[in-house]
């Protein structure tokens, strides 16, 4: 998998102001201000979500005709209903009885057929900030934006939203895979780090033993199917505006997964490993929503800094592609190796797949010499 990001941005930032968006799923209510320090459990914005309508066949339950229905009922249409409350009765004494099985409002019934519709309360959600930080923006009804020192990493493909939690390493190598027998309870509540890629039984312990989110290098496009449940490739919808996990695939809402060079069995990049090593033991943010239209947005993971931390800059760097960058490499088959960029074409060049484009020479690390597209290479400093 290769992937183009136009905005430039590194893959690995030291120390910048991380910006950080917390949405609600629904249109409600924000309870803080601009300004406002914040910490990772902090509510900043709540909203009452609907619960869809339950539908019940009370003629066949009650075991009487349709058109008694209506006179078998303990409340008018439109009353409030406590779950486990009376419902509906067949007779006074001795009667077959229906218990309410949620609490809401009795909104319809059909005579003709015997259904009757409850409206269940809508619930609760309360959106938490997610990382420490200062509120810099409101989004009336919708959410915050919240400002952070902190160093980042970025991704090429994630599942899930967000988690926070401490990073846990669990590899002394960026090879090195995760295998199932590697999880155990000892990382639950962690955002696990991760080397050469994962299997889907991998996953499934992580899931299993309450890990909040791993980081890896790649993994295996059939492993990633095996686990989300999913057969085939038609499902997968990767046009425009954003990338989407099939519809019946969805992982569990508190697992976040995070890969940093794309599918297949890569190793990680060794900077980015080095960086997201040296934080173990500290906490993290990881999103994993990845966008491959419209804004470009990748999964990143966020490791908040002390407020006085030296070297942090307003905004992220946005280093280019120029003679003596250190680059690594999107495009196959040098996916992911670092190279370092000898010189740049003035005018485009023909390249082995026959496109004519700006070129420029790189040498990897291992000393070979390598001509790609501009686009191939991903500047790290």
């Known amino acids: 998998m290769s992937f183009y990001v136009p905005t430039g941005a590194s893959p690995l930032i030291p120390g910048a102001l991380a910006r950080i968006e917390r949405r609600l799923p629904h249109p409600g209510e924000v309870t803080v201000r601009v300004g406002q320090r914040v910490e990772p459990d902090t509510p900043v914005a709540y909203a009452f979500i609907p619960a869809p309508p339950q539908i019940v066949n009370l003629a066949r339950i009650l075991m009487i005709p349709p058109s008694r229905v209506k006179r078998a009922l303990l409340h008018d249409i439109g009353a409030q209903v406590a779950q486990g409350a009376p419902l509906a009765q067949t007779a006074r004494f001795g009667g077959k009885k229906f218990l309410s099985p949620v609490s809401g409002v009795l909104a319809d019934v059909d005579d003709v057929t015997g259904y009757i519709t409850l409206v269940p309360d809508p619930i609760r959600y309360e959106l938490l900030a997610g990382a420490p930080g200062v509120v810099t923006e409101i989004m009336p009804y919708e959410g915050v934006q919240i400002e952070t020192p902190a160093a980042q990493v970025y991704g090429i493909f994630g599942i899930g939203t967000s988690q926070y939690g401490v990073l846990q390493l669990m590899v002394t190598d960026p090879t090195e895979p995760i295998t199932p027998n590697k999880i155990d309870a000892r990382f639950a509540y962690a ?27 790649s993994i295996d496009e059939a492993e990633l199917r095996a686990f989300l449940g999913v057969k085939g490739y038609a499902s997968w919808d990767i046009g425009p505006p954003d990338w989407r996990l099939p519809a019946s695939a969805r992982p ?98 023909r390249l082995p797949s026959r496109i004519r484009t700006l070129a420029a020479d790189v040498v990897l690390e ?12 991903e500047p790290l400093n």
């Open 191 to 217: 955002i696990i780090i991760g080397g050469g890629g994962i299997s889907a039984a991998a996953l499934q312990k992580a899931v299993q033993e309450r890990v909040r989110g791993i980081i890896v290098g």
């Open 252 to 349: 569990a809402a508190d697992f976040v997964v995070i890969v940093t060079e794309g599918f297949g069995n890569r190793p990680m990049s060794r900077p980015l490993f080095d960086l997201l090593a040296s934080y173990a033991g500290r906490e993290a943010l990881v999103e994993g929503t990845t966008h491959g239209w419209g804004d470009g947005r990748r999964p990143r993971v966020v490791i908040p800094l002390p407020t006085r931390t030296t070297g942090v800059t307003l905004d992220a760097p946005r280093p280019m592609v120029r003679p003596g960058a250190i680059v690594r490499m999107l495009h196959q088959p040098y996916l992911g190796q670092i190279g370092q960029v000898r010189s740049i074409s003035v005018a485009p060049q």
């Open 366 to 377: 291992d000393g070979t010499n390598v001509r790609a597209a501009l686009i191939a290479a």
